[in-house]
C-alpha cells in the first residue's frame, strides 16, 4: 500500500493500527441512511448479519451511535426506545438485540460505541499527557480512534466480515466524524475490504399518486460530497418501487443497477434476510468485496427453514396478553419483550396478540384492572422505575393473581408481585420498595446492599450476566430443566432478605437465588396455574428458534387457560 500512515499521534498521518492487523483479513459492509431515520437499519443490518452467516461466512456487527451519552442506560425509553442490556453488562441501543436475535450470538460492549465513548476516552487520553505537545483534533485523532474501534474488534473477532452500522441519516452533524473515519477507513484498507451501503427512503406522496425519488438521489449525493461513494443502494418503501425509479437512482448517484435494490415494507421481519437474499443483496456485497467465490452459493435450506419456522400463517390458537407498563405510548420501550412473545407464538404455531395497559391511568378506583384485563389470557409487567404507574401494576397483579390468570413479571414486575403478595396475603399493608417510599415501614423491596454506596446513575446498577441457581422440584426447574442458568438484569433493589421467611410460609416459592449472596431471582406461586416473576430481563436471551423458557412457560399457561 502506498498510504503513509503512522501510529505516532503527533503526524498527520496518524491512523492507529492494532499489533498484527492485516488489512483485508476482516472486511467490512458499512450501513448508513439518508433521507429519514426510522425506516429499519438496525432491523436491515441483523437480517444483512443473518443472510451472510447463512453463506457460511463469519459475521458480527457493531453500532456506532451518534449521540453523547457514553451508553444507552441513561436514557428515558420513551425518547430512545428500550435500553437492551448485554452479557458483560453494557447497556445498549435495541439494535444490539436485533442483532444478537438474528445472528444468534452474544456480543460484547466493543459492539456499541457512542461518540460519547470515543471522546471520552481521547479526553482522558489528553488529561493523562498522552498527546503532549500536540493539539488534539477531529482529524485525525477522533475519525482515528473510530478506525481502532473497528479495526480493535476485527482482530478480536477474527470476523470476515463486520458490519458496522451507522446511526442517525447522512447530513446528520453528529455522525460526520464516522463517516469520515469510514471514507478514511477505505482509503486505508483498500476499496474491495470496505462496502458502503446506503439504506434510502422513497417518498411516494398520496397527493402525486407515484413514487418520488428525488429526496433519495439528494440524500444519497452527500454521502459523496462527503467522498464516500456508496457501492450498493437499498431502497425502502411502503410498495414495491418500479424500475424506473432504480434506473433514476442509478443514473444519478454512480451505483449500478444491479446494485440498486428494493426493499419494500413486508408484514414480518422473519422474511427479510430471505427477501434480501433474493433481490440479489449478499450477491451484491459479496462482489464488492471479492468473497463471491468464497462464498457464492446461497445457504438455502438454512434461511428458509428458519423463515419458515418464524413465519405463522395459519396459528391454531391466539390468545391476548396484556402489558402493563408505563411506556405503552411508544412499543419500542418494551422491543425485547414483544419479540420474546413472537418467538414463543412461532414455537407454538400461536398468534399472539398485545393488549397495553396504561398503568398511570388505573392509579385510584378500583375495579378498572378488571375492567382493563378484560379479555386478556395473560399479564405481563414489565420492568420499570420509580412511583409513577407503579400502584395501577400492583392492581392488575392482583387481580391476576386473584383470578388465575397466568402472570410474568419482569424484574420490577417480581418486585410488584412481592408487594402485592405481602400486601394482600401476608396482611402487611405498608409493604412496599424504598425505591418509592424511602421511609416505608415495610420494606419488602430494599436497595441492594452493594448500591447503598454508589454515586452516579450511568452504568452504576447490578448489570448483566450472572449466575442463577435454580432449586429442584419447582416450575422454574421444570422450565429451565437445569440447576444453573445465566440471565441478565438491570437493576438496583432487590427482596429484602428480611421477608423471605413470612412470604414463604404463606405460599411464595423462591424457586433461584444468587447462590450465597441470596438475592432472590426467581419467584412462583404453586397455588396458581402460572405466577411466575424474574429479578432478571428473560428477554434479553430470547432468540428466534430459541424462546426463553420463562416467555414459553408463560404462553403455554395462556394458551392453556384458553
Ligand atoms: N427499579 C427496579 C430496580 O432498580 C427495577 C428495575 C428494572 O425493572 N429493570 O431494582
Known sequence: MLIKISDKSSEEFYTPIPEGYKAG???????????????????FSSSLGKLLLDRGLNVTQIKLEAYLNVDSGTLNPYRHGEVFVLDDGSETDMDLGSYERFIDRNLTGDSFITSGKIYKGIIEKERRGDYLGRDVQFIPHVTGETKMVLRNLAMKSKADVILVEIGGTVGDFENMFALEAIRELRYEDGEENVCVVNLTYILEPSSVGEFKSKAAQLGIKRLIEMGIQPNVIVCRSENPIPNSIKEKISMNVNVPLDKVIGAHN???????????????????????????????????????????????????????????????????SYISILKALEHCGAKTNSKVNIKWIETTALEKGKGEAKKEMKGVDGLIVPGGFGTRGAEGKIACIKHARENNIPYLGLCYGFQMAVIEFARNVCGLKDANTTEID?????????????????????????????????????????????????????????????????????????????????????????????????????????????????????????????
Open 25 to 43: 483479513k476482516t472486511k467490512y459492509v458499512i450501513i448508513t441512511g439518508s433521507v429519514i431515520s426510522g425506516i429499519g437499519k438496525g432491523v
Open 438 to 562: 424511602q421511609k416505608c415501614k415495610e420494606d419488602v423491596i430494599c436497595i441492594l446492599p452493594e448500591q447503598e454506596e454508589l454515586d452516579g446513575l450511568g452504568g452504576t446498577m447490578r448489570l448483566g450476566g450472572y449466575d442463577v441457581f435454580v432449586k429442584e422440584g419447582t416450575q422454574a426447574f421444570k422450565l429451565y430443566g437445569e440447576k444453573k442458568i445465566r440471565e441478565r438484569f438491570r437493576h438496583r433493589f432487590n427482596v429484602n432478605t428480611k421477608y423471605i421467611d413470612v412470604l414463604e410460609k404463606n405460599g411464595l416459592v423462591f424457586s433461584g437465588n444468587a447462590g450465597k449472596k441470596r438475592i432472590m431471582q426467581i419467584l412462583e406461586l404453586p397455588s396458581h396455574p402460572f405466577f411466575f416473576g424474574t429479578q432478571f430481563h428473560p428477554e434479553f436471551t430470547s432468540r428466534p428458534l430459541k424462546p426463553n423458557p420463562c416467555y414459553l412457560g408463560f404462553v403455554k399457561a395462556c394458551l392453556n387457560k384458553k
Open 266 to 332: 413486508l408484514t414480518n421481519i422473519y422474511k427479510i434476510p430471505l427477501f434480501l437474499r433474493k433481490q440479489g443483496v449478499g450477491d451484491a456485497i459479496l462482489d464488492i468485496l471479492n468473497l463471491k467465490n468464497k462464498f457464492g452459493k446461497n445457504g438455502d435450506k438454512k434461511l428458509k427453514d428458519w423463515t419458515q419456522k418464524m413465519t405463522v400463517e395459519n396459528p391454531s390458537k391466539e390468545i391476548t396478553i396484556g402489558i402493563a407498563g408505563k411506556y405503552t405510548g411508544l412499543h419500542d
